[in-house]
Each structure stands twice: as structure tokens, then as C-alpha cells.
């Protein structure tokens, strides 16, 4: 007996997450995110999933495993609805909370984005300027993504739940808290054929201990194989310490120069620290007062759920939120629900802070922010996540003197900073420790969700520390694993 591995996304990249595993006839899939980087290249990954819309429409796929609503996690879902998938989908009930607001928002971007372009089209049509690409179509709408959240089925953390086929042949899953977003899990698949199981583990985006609110990771279970996320298999994180210190330089700075920052983020979950930290250090008197907004129609609803869902909280966060009626700082945020509102924010002429999606400065309100405040010298663009290759986020962090923002050159005027240390993600010295317990039993490591670089560097570690073989599969590699 065998599980045969098919990687279909985040193969020597760090987004499109997409892992398709088949055994005893039972194909499932392990996410189905959104690629991001070059526009066309984008296109062309994203509208090809693991498996056709024949096979979807003949069902072949008996299975989808969501290990967490990331949308590199999970932005293709709504399409594998709209080529003919009806199957179940399951994570966990915090995961299907926040996919409801995120994949309608995703859409939504989508089709606004292709609607833009569009318009920007057929006015350099009406003034005879030579026609630019062709019009993009949205790759899905936001009927695909209430069809799929409708597919969408709770699973219990450590709980073992058979997904496909029975349990002499088929698959079955558990999952472990991953700390890296709220809901966020590491995914045991048992494949079990012929009175034989293997057992694979999938890691989903590992977390970090003394993230605020969230638990820390569990300790990974056993298995036989792993694949396992590299983000950062090259880099060690700043101590959390230094980063408040640099948070309130840099803002104090950006205020007195009377500039803006605009921080390209995920609405409220990833930036969570940072408004922590902004509420620490207003509190401590070390920052003056200032208008910090949340520019995004979902924030609101994402909010909700974090409330909804304590039961993914730590001890800490629990007993914080009890003591106060704004523990957190989120009373501090001003969310922008209409387009007007948002736009409002350009004739602001007072010091402030935006956060808008996208993280990696792709797509969404973001692009608005920066077509109007990167010129600006007195404003800081501050990144506080992973950019991956090509994206605009990735160009900036770079220093790029000039980007393209909706297809018109802009000069990069503004001040430019990072800080690593916000990451959800672990670093490679923590990427090491989180698989140590499953080591012993391993057979084989495939690392996926990295950068070809990050993985060279990990691979080697891995080999030194555990002395395993490792794979850094490519998009459409094959494996058995027996
Ligand atoms: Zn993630």
C-alpha cells in the first residue's frame, strides 16, 4: 500500500498552497490557496487546480482539508466549487468563521480589480492610446464563495475523523493547533490500505509561541512523513523586545514629520501586535494619541469572529480581556466600511495610520493607499509580513526606486521598513524545534511554502540535526510513500 503525493501549489514559492494526496482510491485535497505574484503568471497557476473540473464534476474528489483561512490557504476554493466540486470541506469551526467574510472579500477584490483594469482600458481605448493586456476575468465570484463555505464542515481539534473512504480504506484526519492564526491547525492524514497505514503529517503555516491572544502550537504528533513550511527556514526573527522600540522610533518619527503610514496588512488578525504594541506604548505615554484606521469592509466582521471564538484563546488573552473593556486596543481602530470613507482618508492632512489588504500589496484597497501616499517623503510604508517573490510588497521591501501601481509607473518617495518580528511564522531555529518530536519516527521531510533559498538552507539543517532525507518537491512532482 502507498499514498501517493501530488504537490500542486507553494512548491519552491511561498504562496498557492495546494497538496493533493490519493490512497485506496481516495483523493483529498490538503488546501487550496491563492497564488500571488506576477499578474499573468497568477492567471495561469490559479485557474488550473490539482484536479480538472472533469474529474471535480465526476467526483474524484472525495475530500478537502483546510488547515487554516489564510487565503494562500484557501483562495482557489471558491473555484473548485465553480468547476463542479460538491464534496465536504473540513477544518476547524473557527477557520469556516473567518473563510465566510474572507472568500466573499476575495471575490469581491477580484472583481473590482478586473472591473479596473477594464475601465482603465477602455479609456486609453477612447483617447487612442495603444490597448494595454487583455481585460481580466474575475476567477471567481462571490456566489463560488458562499457555495463553498456552504461545503464546509467542523472537525474537533485531536480528534481523529474519516474523511474519505472507511477506515480500512481511505483516509483519516486529526489536527493540532498550528499558533499561527487564530483557528490555524498542522493536519494528521492516516492512509490506510490493505490492513496497512501511513501516516502523514501536513503542517500547514507552523506558529510561534507568545503570540498575543492566540494558544501556543501544540506539540506535533507522530508520523511516518512530513511536509512541512519553510517560509523562513533562512532567517531568525528579531527579539520581540527590540520591535516595540522600533515601532515607537518609527512612528514617533513619521508623526513628527506630520507624514502618514500605511501598513499593508490583513485586516486586523496579523497586524493584531502591532496595535497591541501602538496601545502599550499611547498608554505609556511614549506615543501621543493618533488616529489609527482599519481600512477594509470585512475588519468589522473578522473582529466578531476573534471575539466569537475564544476558545482558541490563551490563558493570558482570556484573563486580559476580562479585566478591561479594551484590553486588546481594538476601541483604538477606526474601520472604514465604504469606499467613500476610504477615500476620505487621502484629503486627512493630520498624521495617521492605515492598515489595508492585501499583506503583500497584490490587491484590495492597499493599491489605493499607496498610488497615493508613496510619493509622499514625510510617509512610511510599513511591511509587517512575508512579501513573496514578485510581489509588490517583495519590490518595495527591496527598494525599488519605481514600481508599477495599477499599471502606471510611481516613485518610491516614501520611507520604507519591515519588521520580521510580527510574523505569525516561525523561524527556521523554531521550525526545528516544532519538528523534533515527530523526527524520530520520520522517513522523509518534503519542505514546501519556501523560497528556493530558505529551503537550501533548512534542507541542510535538517539533514545536520535530524539526519533525514528531504525534498523540496516542485509543482507536479509525484511521490509514493509507503
Ligand atoms: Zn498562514
Not at 73 to 95: D, E, F, I, N, R
Request: charged share 20%; proline share 6%.
Amino acid at each position: 500500500m502507498a499514498i501517493r503525493l501530488h504537490f500542486w501549489g507553494a512548491d519552491q514559492t511561498v504562496t498557492g498552497s495546494s497538496h493533493h494526496i490519493e490512497c485506496a482510491g481516495q483523493n483529498v485535497l490538503l488546501d487550496c490557496g491563492l497564488f500571488q505574484g506576477k499578474r499573468q503568471q497568477a492567471v495561469e497557476i490559479n485557474s488550473h487546480l490539482a484536479l480538472t473540473p472533469e474529474q471535480l464534476k465526476a467526483g474524484v474528489l472525495n475530500a478537502v482539508v483546510v488547515s487554516h483561512a489564510h487565503i494562500d490557504h484557501t483562495g482557489c476554493l471558491p473555484l473548485l466549487s465553480k468547476q463542479g466540486y460538491t464534496g465536504p470541506v473540513y477544518t476547524t469551526p473557527a477557520t469556516i468563521d473567518l473563510c465566510i467574510p474572507m472568500l466573499k472579500d476575495s471575490a469581491h477584490i477580484q472583481e473590482g480589480d478586473a472591473e479596473f483594469m477594464q475601465r482603465r482600458q477602455s479609456r486609453r481605448k477612447s483617447i487612442h492610446m495603444p490597448e494595454g493586456p487583455p481585460p481580466i476575468q474575475p476567477l471567481y465570484t462571490q456566489d463560488d464563495a458562499a457555495a463553498v463555505c456552504a461545503l464546509m464542515k467542523p472537525v474537533k481539534l485531536h480528534t481523529p475523523t474519516i474523511v474519505a473512504g472507511n477506515k480500512d480504506a481511505g483516509f483519516t484526519m486529526a489536527s493540532w493547533n498550528a499558533g499561527h492564526m487564530l483557528g490555524s491547525t498542522c493536519v494528521l492524514m492516516e492512509g490506510t490500505e490493505e490492513g496497512q497505514t501511513v501516516r502523514l503529517l501536513f503542517s500547514g503555516d507552523v506558529g510561534r509561541k507568545n503570540l498575543p491572544i492566540i494558544k501556543d502550537p501544540d506539540q506535533a504528533p507522530a508520523a511516518d512523513y512530513l511536509i512541512m513550511e519553510s517560509t523562513y527556514g533562512d532567517r531568525l526573527h528579531a527579539p520581540a523586545g527590540d520591535v516595540k522600540a522600533k515601532v515607537a522610533a518609527l512612528v514617533k518619527k513619521v508623526i513628527g514629520r506630520g507624514g502618514h503610514i500605511i501598513v499593508p496588512a490583513f485586516a486586523v488578525e496579523r497586524t493584531q501586535q502591532l496595535v497591541l504594541m501602538l496601545h502599550e506604548l499611547i498608554q505609556e505615554k511614549l506615543l501621543p494619541e493618533f488616529p489609527i484606521f482599519v481600512d477594509s469592509p470585512l475588519a468589522s466582521a473578522v473582529t466578531d469572529v476573534f471575539k466569537k471564538h475564544t476558545e482558541d484563546w490563551d490563558e493570558g488573552a482570556c484573563a486580559f480581556y476580562n479585566r478591561g473593556q479594551d484590553a486588546f486596543g481594538w476601541n483604538r481602530l477606526r474601520f472604514t466600511q465604504t469606499v467613500q470613507e476610504s477615500k476620505a482618508l487621502n484629503d486627512l492632512r493630520v498624521p495617521f495610520m492605515v492598515m489595508s489588504a492585501s499583506g503583500m500589496c497584490e490587491a484590495g484597497r492597499i493599491l489605493h493607499h499607496l498610488r497615493n501616499g508613496i510619493e509622499d517623503p514625510r510617509n512610511l510604508v510599513l511591511l509587517t509580513g512575508y512579501q513573496a517573490e514578485n510581489t509588490l510588497g517583495r519590490k518595495i521591501e527591496e527598494g525599488q526606486k519605481e514600481v508599477n501601481i495599477f499599471g502606471e509607473p510611481m516613485q518610491v518617495r516614501a520611507e520604507v521598513d519591515s519588521i520580521d518580528a510580527l510574523s505569525g511564522h516561525a523561524d527556521q531555529q523554531e521550525l526545528l524545534d516544532w519538528m523534533a518530536p515527530v523526527a524520530p519516527t520520520l522517513k522523509k521531510v518534503f519542505l514546501v511554502h519556501g523560497e528556493p533559498a530558505a529551503q537550501q538552507v533548512l534542507k541542510g539543517k535538517i539533514e545536520e540535526r535530524y539526519k533525514l532525507e528531504v525534498i523540496c518537491p516542485k509543482r507536479g512532482d509525484r511521490f509514493e510513500i509507503a
